[in-house]
Nanobody
Framework: QVQVVESGGGLVQPGGSLRLSCRAS????????IGWFRQAPGKEREGVSW????????DYADSVKGRFTISGDTAKNTVYLQMNILKPEDTAVYYC?????????????????WGQGTQVTVST
């Protein structure tokens, strides 16, 4: 059974850092694309980043480039999202997803399997 589980969210002050984890089960990262998404209250879910461990390729939304870094640990079957210089506008529930269906790597509708999400709140 394909499953992804997020963890690592929390409350952080502006300018701070958090590292989110996405633990995969039922499949190996070697052959998968993992995407990170977020959804703020009253807004649509948006793509943040994705990684293809097999190809060693990544990409980011413009809003997080230079601040967020995605990486994968195939031994632990886990993908991480290191978030630095956090801003209040980064506040959202963060989700990881897999089961890429095509039609855009930062589009939520392109993924089949989703985790439950982890809350990130950036506030003083």
């Amino acid at each position: 059974q394909v499953q992804v589980v997020e963890s690592g969210g929390g409350l952080v002050q502006p300018g701070g850092s958090l590292r989110l984890s996405c633990r995969a089960s039922g499949f190996t990262l070697d052959y998968a694309i993992i995407g990170w998404f977020r959804q703020a209250p009253g807004k649509e879910r948006e793509g943040v980043s994705w990684i293809s461990s097999r190809r060693g390729t990544t990409d980011y939304a413009d809003s997080v480039k230079g601040r967020f870094t995605i990486s994968g640990d195939t031994a632990k079957n886990t993908v991480y999202l290191q978030m630095n210089i956090l801003k209040p506008e980064d506040t959202a529930v963060y989700y990881c997803a897999t089961g890429y269906l095509g039609s855009g790597l930062l589009r939520p509708e392109s993924y089949r399997h989703w985790g439950q999400g982890t809350q990130v709140t950036v506030s003083t």
